[in-house]
């Protein structure tokens, strides 16, 4: 037997061994190594700058004037709409990112490192999704100051920040599909391509950047059961108002089933990977 897959096959002992103080201690130790890293390579930051600021510019300005009128106002209607559906958007996009660095921890060796330390397997998963949490809140506080640069009015203080404690939750579901994804497949780039066919279709096919009025039937019937639509509808209701309740309970129920089905998946894939 290899010591890779003795490693493997000792891990859930191992785990059950160690109590709930030192996982706790293995992440918080897990998360300051990812930000002392984030720290020597700040180019790491550039998606979650450079992100919302062009995508806020380029639909704003773009689309801004056509989609405007369409919902009954012009430019300055469209930013209204448009900024709670792409905080909606950073926490989908910014989750891609967990599964990227998740691969080129595997490519690197510094996961076979981590699994040869007597220390908790799901502190090091715990530990990569607090710390794009981290980057996705970085990218809405970008976002949202751009957004008020293009004329976005903030008049609900406690919708925003509960949109963001929404956002994260969901994204914190949509992570374990990305690691999961980071496990099993080869490379990076293997990574970034499914998920690119993943969020594309989703982003894109829901309210996030248009009514989903005009949509044809077929594509309102997938709208209707996307995540990213409801999650957007809430966050729509909360930031200027209207109707919350039903999207932020169906949003909710999204967020926990993913995470009941793909966090044991995760976790399984990372345990036995040699």
Excluded: C
């Excluded at 209707?224 to 509808?233: E, F, H």
């Amino acid at each position: 037997m290899s010591a890779a897959t003795a490693t493997a096959h000792a891990t859930p002992t191992d785990d059950a061994r160690i109590p709930l103080r030192g996982h706790l201690r293995h992440t918080g130790a897990l998360i300051r190594r990812n930000l002392l890293w984030i720290r020597k390579d700040p180019e790491s930051m550039a998606d979650a700058l450079l992100m919302p600021v062009v995508f806020t510019l380029l639909f704003v300005f773009v689309f801004g004037g056509s989609i405007g009128q369409a919902l009954g106002g012009g430019q300055d209607r469209y930013v209204q709409y448009v900024i709670p559906g792409m905080i909606a958007m950073m926490s989908m996009t910014m989750s891609q990112g967990v599964g990227t660095g998740f691969s080129q921890d595997f490519n690197s060796g510094v996961m076979d490192r981590f699994r040869s330390l007597p220390i908790g397997r799901g502190s090091v998963l715990f530990a990569k999704i607090s710390v794009e949490l981290l980057r996705m809140l970085f990218a809405t506080a970008v976002l949202m100051v751009v957004a008020v640069a293009v004329g976005f009015e903030i008049n609900n203080w406690g919708g925003l920040l509960a949109t963001v404690a929404l956002s994260a939750t969901f994204a914190s579901s949509i992570m374990w599909i990305f690691l999961t994804l980071g496990v099993i497949m080869k490379n990076a780039q293997s990574v970034q391509a499914m998920g690119f066919l993943v969020l594309f279709p989703l982003q894109f096919g829901s309210s996030i950047f248009a009514p989903t009025t005009s949509m044809p039937g077929w594509l309102q019937a997938f709208t209707d059961y996307n995540p990213l639509s409801t999650l957007a509808d809430a966050a729509r209701g909360l930031m200027v108002g209207g109707p919350v309740a039903h999207d932020l309970w169906v949003t909710l129920a999204w967020s926990v089933a993913i995470t009941a089905v793909m966090a044991p998946v995760a976790i399984h894939k990372f345990r036995t990977k040699n």
